[in-house]
């Protein structure tokens, strides 16, 4: 969907953005309509990465678990390395999914508006409540959210921020502990007495949450394509422009109310 | 009196210093020391007296008593005369009753502080389940620890729970570093450990006087640094994808990795396959039988014991994690095209209203 803009003015408002507001910036479109810059590039490029990380640790993982194919050469073991692949590309995948993730934090403190959540307040759960009504269909006060709505968020925190923490340090224990003796190994340790004590429950904790992230991912995208076909505001374009067409006294009633 | 040191036993006993040199090169290589530092053990077997030992026997099977008595180097009959002296065990002692409580009694006097004690077995919670000649488990366990030296716990009941701990754990046994703290307590777990682990760990204490390097867990490194998995002689198959898919099949002659007829190797620590058991013959998954993992924490509950499962966190209970995740992901999926349907007919019920408001 192309928009036309007006390349004077979306200069202007990346200066002011940049300074020190937070505030997403927006392009007039019109008198009513404008469009604002949601998600930003490092916010798109993670969401990416994210996602199709975890698909291949997802397809990687569940081979490893439970090894739904095997070597086509019989008899000697020489000639193949099928879950020695499986495992390698799981690792791999793994490591960028880390790094990922870890820029996505740091974009916590250096994105916009829209790239952080602060749960810590009640009317985030007030509000959370609201959201929950709105999709039993009942009776509700939800605001419309130019960004994730409060719902959104918690389910990021629940299964990308708690899940994603789970997964890495479960893994990594999972990486290292053939080599206890070394830094990684040391530094990983400590893991297994969060989850059981023993190797099998920190595998079983890994396991179990990977099926997590598959729940998320239903719902999610659901959720994406719903909010898409309600509003027609560009929800499902966001994700790949980051740009989101929204009336102008949204925007500014929202960023008033903050 | 003066106790006779363990050098001085072994000529006592017919045997020339050369068989001794030979049983201390033995020792310290089932140790895990380096060749080089047999002399250590040497100097320490030349200077130290026989250590005395009591073995309390709890809720047990007597299966790592029987372990212990297979050790082949060192020769079980060079630890048990030579080594150390038992003076309390109610598997091997040939007196029983109050005499035999009267000879533990004598050791706890007399030696207080240098006794080793050995528990094979756990302690019920409730002492109507162990209670002997009117004393409780418990009791007479905390009792004896209480001028021990140092403690080890042979087998995966003693350390873990055990057996007795598996689902519903009528008993409530606990392992024994519940009970006791304040003692060094060295565990030794396997259902049954293998038997040149059980003594090369006492071996260790005695030559020593100290107890092995300990890892996270409490287990002496030198035998359970190792996962089963990691040095497995069928791990070529596994790594190239290569598994048995029954006891039966084509796979399992071939020798294929045992993983998906439920093997634990891959969470499971001990030197089975190192050492291997009856005197390095063989280990489990070498003969065709995939690991259970007994010397784990749990693995009498992360059965059964030919399926691989997964463990619910903090149960006893464990699930296929394939088919409850894909249940899980339907449910959700039948939730969402619910959910889309009535949105749907909402979406269609507000623009017919707006369109009648707007006419
Ligand atoms: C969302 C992310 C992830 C998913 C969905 C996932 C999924 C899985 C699954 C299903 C298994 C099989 C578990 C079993 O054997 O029962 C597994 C194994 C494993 N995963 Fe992950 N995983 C993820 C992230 C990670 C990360 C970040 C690491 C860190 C290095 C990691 C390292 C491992 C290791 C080491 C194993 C065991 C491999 C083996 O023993 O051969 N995983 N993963
Ligand atoms: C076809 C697949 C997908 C589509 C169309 C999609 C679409 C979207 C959209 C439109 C948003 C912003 C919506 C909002 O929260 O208001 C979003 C955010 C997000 N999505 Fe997805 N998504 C997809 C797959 C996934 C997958 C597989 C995951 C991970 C399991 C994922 C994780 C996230 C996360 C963590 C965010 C928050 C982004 C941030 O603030 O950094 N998405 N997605
Ligand atoms: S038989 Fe067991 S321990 Fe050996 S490679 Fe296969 S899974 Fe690992
Ligand atoms: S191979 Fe596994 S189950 Fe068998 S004795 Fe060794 S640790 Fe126990």
Same mark, same amino acid.
């Given at each position: 969907m192309s928009? @036309?803009?007006? @390349?004077?003015?979306?200069?202007?408002?990346?200066?002011?953005?940049?300074?020190?507001?937070?505030?997403?910036?927006?392009?007039?479109?019109?008198?009513?309509?404008v469009k604002v810059y949601v998600w930003e590039?490092?916010?798109?490029?993670?969401?990416?990465?994210n996602a199709l990380s975890i698909f291949i640790l997802m397809i990687t993982g569940v081979f490893i678990g439970r090894p739904f194919a095997s070597a086509s050469?019989?008899?000697?073991?020489?000639?193949?390395?099928?879950?020695?692949?499986?495992?390698?590309?799981?690792?791999?995948?793994?490591?960028?999914?880390?790094?990922?993730?870890?820029?996505?934090?740091?974009?916590?403190?250096?994105?916009?508006?829209?790239?952080?959540?602060?749960?810590?307040?009640?009317?985030?759960w007030k509000e959370a409540w609201e959201t929950v009504k709105y999709y039993l269909f009942l009776k509700n006060k939800k605001k419309h959210y130019i960004g994730h709505n409060p719902l959104a968020q918690l389910s990021y925190w629940i299964f990308i921020g708690l899940g994603s923490?789970?997964?890495?340090?479960?893994?990594?224990?999972?990486?290292?502990? @053939?080599? @206890?003796?070394s830094i990684y190994g040391k530094m990983f340790m400590w893991v297994a007495h969060l989850f059981g004590g023993d190797s099998f429950s920190v595998r079983s904790w890994h396991h179990l949450v990977a099926w997590g992230f598959m729940v998320f991912t239903v719902v999610h995208v659901y959720m994406a394509f719903r909010e898409d076909y309600l509003q027609r505001n560009g929800t499902m374009s966001s994700i790949f422009t980051g740009y989101k067409i929204e009336r102008k006294e949204e925007v500014l009633g929202e960023n008033n109310g903050k | 009196m003066k106790r006779k040191t363990i050098l001085e036993t072994v000529l006592d006993r017919g045997f020339t210093r050369r068989d001794f040199l030979k049983m201390c090169t033995a020792l310290? !290589?089932?140790?895990?020391?380096?060749?080089?530092?047999t002399d250590k053990v040497v100097a320490a077997m030349e200077k130290s007296a026989r250590v005395p030992v009591i073995w309390l026997q709890f809720q047990d099977c007597t299966g790592c008593s029987e372990s212990f008595i297979r050790s082949t180097h060192p020769k079980v009959e060079s630890v048990l005369l030579d080594m150390i002296s038992l003076e309390y065990t109610e598997a091997l002692s040939a007196a029983s009753g109050h005499q035999i409580e009267e000879a533990r009694k004598h050791v706890m006097k007399h030696y207080y502080g240098e006794y080793i004690l050995v528990v094979e077995g756990s302690l019920p919670m409730?002492?109507?389940?162990?209670?002997?000649?009117?004393?409780?488990a418990k009791e007479t366990f905390i009792e004896t620890a209480k001028g021990a030296k140092a403690i080890i716990a042979y087998g995966s009941c003693s350390s873990w729970g055990g057996i007795p701990a598996a689902y519903p754990n009528p008993t409530k046994a606990k392992p024994i570093t519940h009970f006791v703290k304040d003692k060094p307590i060295i565990l030794v777990p396997g259902c049954p450990p293998i038997a040149e682990v059980m003594t090369g760990v006492i071996a260790h204490i005695i030559t020593f006087g100290t107890l092995p390097e300990l890892d996270h867990l409490g287990r002496p490194k030198a035998f359970y640094r190792h996962r089963i998995h990691d040095k497995c002689n069928r791990r070529a198959y596994f790594d190239a994808g290569l598994f048995a898919e029954s006891?039966?099949?084509?796979?399992?002659?071939?020798?294929?990795?045992?993983?998906?007829?439920?093997?634990?190797?891959?969470?499971?620590?001990?030197?089975?396959?190192?050492?291997?058991?009856?005197?390095?013959?063989?280990?489990?998954?070498q003969s065709g039988n995939p690991c259970i993992g007994c010397s784990e924490k749990g693995f009498w509950d992360n059965g059964p014991f030919y399926v691989r499962r997964a463990k619910?966190?903090?149960?006893?209970?464990?699930?296929?994690?394939?088919?409850?995740? !894909?249940?899980?992901?339907?449910?959700?999926?039948?939730?969402?095209? !619910?959910?889309?349907?009535?949105?749907?007919?909402?979406?269609?019920?507000q623009e017919n209203h707006d369109r009648g408001e707007r006419k």
């Open positions: 928009v @036309p803009t007006n @390349p004077k003015i979306e200069k202007e408002t990346v200066k002011v953005v940049w300074k020190k507001s937070r505030q997403a910036k927006t392009i007039p479109l019109n008198d009513q309509m590039l490092p916010v798109r490029i993670f969401h990416w990465i050469i019989q008899e000697e073991a020489y000639y193949s390395y099928l879950m020695g692949w499986a495992r390698y590309i799981h690792f791999f995948t793994a490591f960028v999914f880390t790094i990922n993730l870890a820029v996505r934090w740091y974009w916590v403190y250096k994105g916009n508006e829209h790239a952080t959540s602060n749960p810590f307040r009640l009317s985030f923490i789970i997964m890495i340090l479960t893994g990594y224990y999972l990486l290292f502990e @053939p080599q @206890p003796e | 310290a !290589a089932t140790m895990g020391l380096d060749f080089s530092e409730d002492d109507a389940f162990l209670t002997v000649g009117g004393v409780s006891f039966d099949d084509e796979g399992a002659k071939q020798g294929y990795c045992l993983y998906k007829v439920g093997c634990k190797g891959p969470t499971t620590y001990n030197s089975c396959a190192e050492m291997r058991w009856n005197g390095g013959v063989s280990y489990p998954i619910i966190p903090a149960s006893q209970t464990t699930i296929n994690p394939e088919t409850v995740g !894909a249940i899980a992901v339907g449910v959700t999926a039948a939730g969402v095209a !619910a959910h889309a349907a009535i949105t749907a007919v909402k979406k269609k019920e």
